[in-house]
């Protein structure tokens, strides 16, 4: 997912040099990056990296995200995000895992969500408070966390 999100990346350069994603959040027009540091800050903590392309036009949002914490067992939670931009700069999606499946082997397992994550952004996107919860185990149940503030970060570094 990584080399895909690199790759779309390079094709949206021009578009990222001619309009920056705060004017673009801004004017809630158009395609443009969105990353976001998602945690209270406090030594322990858990954290919550996510790198999103907000499709404003359609209201759809398509990235991927990691948690991580250090503590033991450390936490790291890779997902695949997809989800919604909607009216009020509001952020609902949900994580699946990352599942490396060759395309001639069918359409692969069922896999169950290992993510869920609303986030509530300023007018200009740059900042806001954000829930999330996410899954040890497979079969296991969310542990939610939030709210917790959620700042713009560099995306794609």
């Given at each position: 997912?990584?080399?895909?999100?690199?790759?779309?990346?390079?094709?949206?350069?021009?578009?990222?040099?001619?309009?920056?994603?705060?004017?673009?959040?801004?004017?809630?027009?158009?395609?443009?990056?969105?990353?976001?540091?998602?945690?209270?800050?406090?030594?322990?903590?858990?954290?919550?990296?996510?790198?999103?392309?907000?499709?404003?036009?359609?209201?759809?949002?398509?990235?991927?995200?990691?948690?991580?914490q250090a503590v033991n067992p450390p936490l790291?939670?890779?997902?695949?995000?997809?989800?919604?931009?909607?009216?009020?700069?509001?952020?609902?999606?949900?994580?699946?895992?990352?599942?490396?499946?060759?395309?001639?082997?069918?359409?692969?397992?069922?896999?169950?969500?290992?993510?869920?994550?609303?986030?509530?952004?300023?007018?200009?996107?740059?900042?806001?408070?954000?829930i999330y919860g996410y899954r040890r185990e497979?079969?296991?149940?969310?542990?939610?966390?939030?709210?917790?503030p959620a700042t713009s970060v560099p995306c794609?570094?």
């Amino acid at each position: 997912m990584k080399k895909i999100l690199a790759t779309v990346a390079a094709i949206l350069a021009l578009f990222v040099m001619t309009v920056s994603p705060a004017m673009a959040a801004e004017e809630a027009v158009g395609l443009f990056p969105a990353c976001y540091g998602i945690g209270s800050g406090l030594d322990g903590a858990p954290y919550f990296e996510v790198e999103l392309f907000v499709d404003s036009a359609r209201g759809k949002v398509t990235g991927e995200g990691e948690i991580f914490q250090a503590v033991n067992p450390p936490l790291d939670i890779q997902t695949k995000l997809l989800g919604s931009y909607g009216i009020a700069n509001v952020i609902q999606a949900i994580g699946y895992p990352d599942i490396d499946w060759p395309p001639q082997a069918g359409t692969g397992p069922v896999t169950q969500s290992n993510v869920e994550l609303l986030m509530l952004l300023s007018k200009d996107n740059q900042s806001g408070e954000a829930i999330y919860g996410y899954r040890r185990e497979e079969f296991g149940d969310f542990e939610f966390v939030g709210p917790v503030p959620a700042t713009s970060v560099p995306c794609f570094k």
